[in-house]
């Protein structure tokens, strides 16, 4: 069975189909890449797993259950994680703060807990911090946690964001336009954070439009054109495929 | 710099010691039953102002009808205890718990409403509150001229149970192990026992999961729903806690005063209550109290001051709240947090 | 029956005092997105100032006749326009950029000094338009199939309904009116098309304040007794029109006026004096949570 299952997905915004009849699946373990024109609908198919919005038409699972119906934070509970196209960080808290945001769903202490402080509450805590501490490691952004998340460089921002959504311990993590801005250096970096991230067990989804990074690192491709699937394989086949290559031609890219 | 940010330098801690020694000794240090009073409505207010705190300030809920939660907690006191003689102590526990259920039931379909939105509803649902306690049980006897509910006439007519327009009164005193309060004095350390319990448990949900997730709510909405936070039920939390706290307060005023009239409950009164968040610092516990000092002592030191601009007093009020917001829109002691979201200019 | 049509008839006058505030609210949400609580103060300085200009033509100087009365309606207006102006410049402008929420003080703290000021120079006592005034409008009254309307309330119907036909073909169809439009969906869009966002706030605010002093002068007249308290229950209500219509949408604010006005008339007379306020709340309620972009849809700026 395959992690994620989405089956016959199909979205309208009044009179314009954004999503299309959408069938693909996610294995455990892989780097799933979407690709496609502006436009094709792909931040929307990212909208609808997370709840954002309910579909029209079809059905998307997680290990077998329907996602279909759950708010957002339910879905995130599940163990999706997410970034957003354009960065969505908590900008006036501090790093270290946003990390520990993503801890939320994780634990459990309430209003009653925050007044007591029972040894409970106190030991979560102090494990929310240690776990941030791990992520911020992990991403490399340590040394910035005390600083203001709309202070930081945008490449800063954008491995932030990712920090946040590992906070969760997601099994799926899907990334909109990771590499969007990155100069080369930090999009190898982001490269090979991903790599690792996918080696520590953790599935990945990601929309991206720099194919360096999507071809280099995905181990299966989709290719979303007009809300259809047009194409799906390893990169070598997608990239040569001539119905995608007709998708992008005449394009803005 | 200037002056309001060197005295933030300081250790906040210091700060609150200096103030509690200078409190506990108070009444001593000023023996003047008037002026011990004007420190019980500082008190009550305070409570108040940190009660709202925790809807507009941590949680970033537009409130204006917060007279309303105040009011359900005063008349939840001022029944039980004026009819069936419960001791108020123990109607503190009840009062809180009646407005928090209240604040839940009015607050669960309003709470996807856009910040403008949500203040007006607000705003609605507390002058429907001070409308329902003015008109009274017996008013509602219209009902029964709809089919099948006639025999609503007999029970509503002349029945009493908020006191119309008038209130209530004889409401029973604080009473604990045989003593019970009644001089200013009396009541001053009860409330500034309620205020520093406050502010020590306003403390510790500031910097907790909680308090963390009011915080990224107020941010991002849609962010921190994604990730994971169940924004509906934190939302729910914050009216809950703010009203029930809200109605302590109400509790402890019923207590004090002894008669309560619906007038007391106004849109007035929510206003008061949101200067002295917004004006004293949104978020801050510090600015709460500072805002309560500009709200209502200052008031009343300027009515013994400057008695022949008494009649001036609204005028002058009104333009400070312009002027404030206009050059200082912060308030007087922001928090960190609410400083920087200025500055940005978000 | 004539219970009915009585009390839609005063419904419907009532209505377009409630309108034409509620024209002031929606314009200045619309272009700014800002909940202008002193506009009900507006309503409440053209109710004053339409008694003293009355004094003044009436009573002191001895005129009569409907042109007078056009006078007075110009004169007020204007001046409270120029209120609307002063008010703009000191209390929102330096707010533009300050948050959402200190807006709202500056405009409570606004409303306080106006309210305050008008007890100052008239007194706390309500004052009575004086019975002279029935010299411009006799006090004829005929009877229709069971109810009564009189000269009085056709009269401000009618002005109402120019006031109101005037602002909706000024939105419509001239430059001005479309830059009003433009504005109120996208501030920078419209910047960037050529037009003088401030410019055009300040119109709104000249506009809006002058249509809820015309509302003021009819209360006046109609009720006879005004009092400084005035603007916070009708500015309420007449907020609830506007959203009631979508908030933003001018021909929203008209038709949502018009239906509050009938559904409190008919709360009055078939339910409950006492809880008619209490019901136009609730009826505010209701729709926000059912509707909030109430009849015939919002149109706000879209802040990001």
Redesign the interface.
């Known amino acids: 069975m395959a992690l994620l299952e989405v089956r016959n997905l199909t979205k309208n915004f009044g009179g314009l189909t954004a999503v299309d009849r959408l069938d693909f699946e996610i294995n455990e373990g892989e780097i799933l890449g979407m690709i496609g024109p502006n436009g094709a609908g792909k931040t929307t198919v990212f909208n609808l797993i997370s709840g954002i919005y309910p579909p029209d038409e079809g059905e998307i699972r997680l290990n077998g259950q329907s996602l279909l119906g759950l708010r957002p934070h339910s879905i995130t509970e599940q163990g999706i994680g997410r970034t957003f196209q354009t960065i969505r960080l908590f900008r006036n808290l501090t790093v270290m703060e946003n990390v520990m945001a993503g801890r939320h769903c994780r634990t459990r202490a309430g209003w009653l807990g925050a007044i007591l402080q029972p040894k409970s509450q106190r030991l979560e805590e102090q494990s929310i911090r240690e776990q941030a501490e791990r992520h911020l490691q992990f991403m490399k952004l340590y040394e910035q946690r005390a600083e203001l998340a709309k202070n930081l460089p945008y490449g800063d921002q954008r491995r932030l964001e990712i920090a946040r959504a590992l906070a969760i311990d997601p099994h799926l993590l899907i990334l909109d336009e990771p590499a969007a801005g990155l100069n080369e250096q930090e999009t190898n970096e982001l490269m090979q954070s991903i790599s690792q991230i996918r080696d520590s067990g953790i599935t990945i989804f990601l929309i991206e439009h720099d194919m360096k990074v999507v071809m280099g690192i995905s181990d299966r491709i989709i290719v979303l054109d007009n809300g259809k699937k047009i194409a799906e394989g390893a990169p070598a086949e997608v990239r040569d495929n001539p119905r995608v290559i007709e998708a992008y031609l005449g394009r803005e890219e | 710099m200037d002056l309001i940010a060197r005295w933030r330098k300081l250790d906040e801690r210091y700060l609150y010691l200096a103030l509690t020694i200078l409190a506990v000794l108070f009444p001593w240090l000023v023996r003047s039953v008037r002026w011990t009073q004007v420190a019980n409505f500082f008190f009550v207010y305070a409570l108040l102002g940190l009660s709202l705190n925790i809807i ?1 300030g941590y949680a970033g809920l ?1 409130q ?1 009808g917060h007279a309303a939660f105040y009011a359900v907690g005063a008349y939840t006191t001022a029944i039980l205890s004026s009819r069936y003689n419960i001791p108020t102590f123990w109607l503190l526990p009840v009062a809180g718990l009646v407005s928090a259920v209240f604040a839940i039931l009015i607050s669960r ?2 709470l996807h ?5 949500l ?3 607000t ?3 507390g ?2 509150v001070r ?2 306690l ?2 009274d049980a017996s ?1 509602l006897v ?1 009902l029964s001229k709809i089919p099948g509910l006639q025999f609503l006439e007999e029970k509503l007519t002349g029945l009493v149970i908020t006191g119309g327009p008038n209130g209530i009164f004889g409401i029973n005193r604080p009473g604990i192990l045989g003593f019970t309060f009644r001089q200013q004095w009396h009541y001053f350390y009860l409330f500034l026992a309620f205020v520093a319990l406050t502010i020590f ?1 306003m403390r ?2 500031e910097n ?6 009011w ?2 709510v107020r ?2 909405e ?11 039920r934190v939302k729910l ?1 914050a009216f809950a ?1 703010g009203a029930a706290w809200a109605g302590v307060a109400g509790n402890l005023y019923a207590s004090w005063v002894t008669v309560i009239a619906p007038e007391s409950f106004s ?1 007035w009164e929510s ?1 008061i209550m ?2 002295i968040v ?2 004293g610092g ?1 978020g801050s516990i510090p600015g709460v109290l500072v805002g309560t000092v500009g709200m209502i002592v200052l008031p009343e030191i300027l009515r013994e001051v400057l008695l022949n601009i008494q ?2 007093r ?2 002058i ?6 002027s ?3 050059f200082r ?1 912060e308030g007087l002691w922001p928090s960190q ?1 609410f400083r ?3 500055e ?3 | 029956m004539g219970q009915l049509l009585q009390q839609l008839i005063n419904g419907l006058t009532i209505g377009s005092f409630y309108a034409l505030i509620a024209l002031g609210y929606t314009m200045v949400y619309g272009v700014l997105k800002l909940i202008n609580f002193a506009h009900g103060d507006m309503f409440m300085l053209g109710a004053y100032l339409g008694l003293v200009t009355l004094m003044g033509f009436v009573v002191n100087l001895g005129m009569a006749g409907l042109p007078f009365l056009i006078l007075i309606f110009l004169i007020v207006m204007a001046v409270v326009a120029g209120v609307g102006i002063v008010l703009e410049r000191v209390a929102y402008r330096p707010l533009y950029r300050a948050g959402r929420l200190p807006p709202v003080i500056s405009a409570l703290g606004a409303a306080i000094f106006i309210q305050n000021g008008v007890m100052l120079l008239y007194g706390a006592r309500y004052r009575t338009y004086p019975e002279e005034f029935k010299v411009i409008i006799p006090d004829t009254i005929w009877e229709i199939a069971g109810a009564r309307i009189s000269l009085i309330q056709i009269v401000m119907l009618v002005i109402a309904a120019l006031l109101m036909v005037g602002l909706y073909s000024f939105v419509q169809y001239t430059r001005v009116g479309t830059a009003m439009r433009a504005v109120a969906l996208d501030h920078d869009t419209a910047r960037l098309m050529g037009i003088d966002v401030y410019g055009i706030i300040r119109v709104v605010f000249l506009i809006g304040p002058a249509l809820g002093a015309a509302g003021g002068i009819m209360v006046g007249l109609y009720y006879g007794r005004i009092y400084f308290t005035l603007g916070w229950g009708y500015g309420i209500k007449a907020f609830t029109a506007a959203i009631l219509g979508g908030i933003g949408n001018i021909p929203g604010a008209m038709i949502g006026g018009l239906i509050l006005g009938v559904i409190e008339a008919l709360a009055t007379g078939f339910v409950s004096d006492a809880w008619k306020n209490a019901i136009a709340f609730f009826v505010l309620v209701l729709i926000l949570i059912i509707r909030p972009t109430g009849l015939l849809g919002e149109r706000v700026v879209e802040k990001l």
């Open positions: 507009v537009f204006l379909p309003i409403l856009r910040g403008d939105y203040c007006i509803v705003i609605g649902f002058e429907i409308i329902s003015r008109n008013s219209f448990a510790r949900l907790s999961r909680l308090g963390r997730a915080t990224c941010e991002d849609l962010a921190a729903e994604a990730m994971g936070i169940d924004t509906v939390l806690i849109f206003v949101f200067c917004v004006l949104t009649q001036w609204m005028l009020f009104g333009a400070a709240m312009i404030m917001m206009v829109p947090r920087r979201e200025l940005a200019g978000d």
